[in-house]
């Protein structure tokens, strides 16, 4: 049964750090493109970044966090992080990770409609 799970979500302060974490399960992060997605309650969800299956070794982000957001895969425990730096009240949102339909396409994308695994979203929040 295919499986993803973020933890790793919570309150911090504007500039401050939140490693979020979408750990499969039922299935091989070899094989799939991962991406991170987050949605604000009256918005379309947004794609935020991807990384590639271990076949290549892309990463894309959204403009909106390039240079404060990383992506990474730790292939041992299925994992994948999103390390966030430099948070603003702007990135407030929940953060899905999702799985890409097709395994080892091309390069990953930030299109919701190539995406059909989703977890169950964790909840970040920048505020003082």
């Known amino acids: 049964q295919v499986q993803l799970v973020e933890s790793g979500g919570g309150l911090v302060q504007p500039g401050g750090s939140l490693r979020l974490s979408c750990t499969a399960s039922?299935?091989?992060?070899?094989?799939?493109?991962i991406s991170w997605f987050r949605q604000v309650p009256g918005k379309d969800r947004e794609g935020v970044s991807c990384?590639?299956?271990?076949?290549?070794?892309?990463?894309h982000y959204a403009d909106s966090v390039k240079g404060r957001f990383t992506i990474s895969r730790d292939s041992v425990q299925n994992t994948v992080y999103l390390q966030m730096n430099s948070l603003n009240p702007g990135d407030t949102a929940v953060y899905y990770c999702?799985?890409?339909?097709?395994?080892?396409?091309?390069?990953?994308?930030?299109?919701?409609?190539?995406?059909?695994?989703w977890g169950q979203g964790t909840q970040v929040t920048v505020s003082s």
């Open positions: 999702a799985r890409d339909e097709i395994p080892l396409r091309g390069s990953c994308s930030l299109a919701i409609k190539d995406y059909d695994y």
């Open positions: 039922g299935f091989s992060l070899t094989f799939w493109h």
């Open positions: 990384l590639d299956s271990s076949g290549g070794s892309g990463t």
